[in-house]
């Protein structure tokens, strides 16, 4: 067995997380001057918004929380002969996970009965999954965690995390992984920080872990 330190503001518990996947989206088109395009250009950039636009709106990072899913496009660049996606998705219950994949994949076929076959492709890659599935035979590495936390006078907060940890994919190559908070904040961000007295609220975390384990 094993623990992340990997997050969260102080006294974080983490034992769930996402259900991850990248999705890579790849438009053709046909550049024809636009002098004389018409019936003729078939444009990828175009193509990629409409794309883009049949995914549900309110489903992405900006408007969701807690146990919520999302689509999220991280990057776009194109021109008229050739555009590409790149959308990250994530949820938390596997069907839901397993819908959100077959939706883009729809998305595509959709716009290849109105565009052309071969217009749009999608290669969608697994990352990691949902660690809880598997954590529910060791919820003792838990309970040592909830003890050590409060040896150190650290009130646990159990939360699913919105995101992955390296603990994800240990958990499901057979080392049993939960995640513990850093106790810092706005990651992945300019203004992602830690406190010093939350570090080293969490170092005593670690030593009462030890001695608890």
Same mark, same amino acid.
């Given at each position: 067995?094993?623990?992340?330190?990997?997050?969260?503001?102080?006294?974080?518990?983490?034992?769930?997380?996402?259900?991850?996947a990248?999705?890579?989206?790849?438009?053709?088109?046909?550049?024809?001057?636009?002098?004389?395009?018409?019936?003729?250009m078939?444009?990828?950039?175009?193509?990629?918004?409409?794309?883009?636009?049949?995914?549900?709106?309110?489903?992405?990072?900006?408007?969701?929380?807690?146990?919520?899913?999302?689509?999220?496009?991280?990057?776009?660049?194109?021109?008229?002969?050739?555009?590409?996606?790149?959308?990250?998705? #994530? /949820? %938390?219950?596997?069907?839901?996970?397993? &819908? +959100?994949?077959? @939706?883009?994949? $729809?998305?595509?076929?959709?716009?290849?009965?109105?565009?052309?076959?071969?217009?749009?492709?999608?290669?969608i890659?697994?990352?990691?999954?949902?660690?809880?599935?598997?954590? #529910? /035979? %060791?919820?003792?590495?838990?309970?040592r &965690? +909830?003890?050590? @936390?409060?040896? $150190?006078?650290?009130?646990?907060?159990?939360?699913?995390?919105?995101?992955?940890?390296?603990?994800?994919?240990?958990?499901?190559?057979?080392?049993?992984?939960?995640?513990?908070?850093?106790?810092?904040?706005?990651?992945?961000?300019?203004?992602?920080?830690?406190?010093?007295? $939350?570090?080293?609220?969490?170092?005593?975390?670690?030593?009462?872990?030890?001695?608890?384990?």
């Amino acid at each position: 067995a094993a623990y992340t330190v990997d997050g969260g503001e102080l006294g974080e518990l983490n034992y769930e997380n996402f259900n991850a996947a990248g999705a890579k989206v790849t438009v053709r088109g046909l550049s024809v001057h636009t002098g004389s395009a018409k019936d003729a250009m078939k444009n990828a950039a175009a193509i990629a918004v409409e794309y883009a636009a049949l995914l549900p709106e309110a489903e992405t990072p900006e408007h969701t929380e807690g146990r919520e899913g999302f689509y999220h496009l991280c990057d776009m660049a194109g021109d008229v002969t050739e555009a590409r996606l790149s959308y990250i998705i #994530r /949820d %938390h219950d596997k069907e839901r996970f397993a &819908a +959100r994949k077959e @939706m883009m994949t $729809a998305a595509a076929q959709l716009l290849n009965r109105r565009h052309g076959e071969g217009t749009v492709e999608v290669a969608i890659t697994d990352s990691y999954f949902n660690m809880l599935e598997p954590l #529910r /035979d %060791h919820m003792e590495l838990v309970e040592r &965690a +909830r003890e050590a @936390m409060a040896k $150190a006078g650290v009130t646990p907060v159990e939360l699913p995390i919105r995101g992955g940890t390296d603990g994800a994919r240990l958990t499901y190559e057979g080392l049993p992984c939960p995640n513990l908070s850093t106790g810092g904040f706005s990651f992945h961000g300019v203004f992602e920080a830690i406190p010093v007295a $939350a570090m080293d609220k969490m170092v005593e975390v670690l030593l009462h872990l030890v001695t608890v384990a």
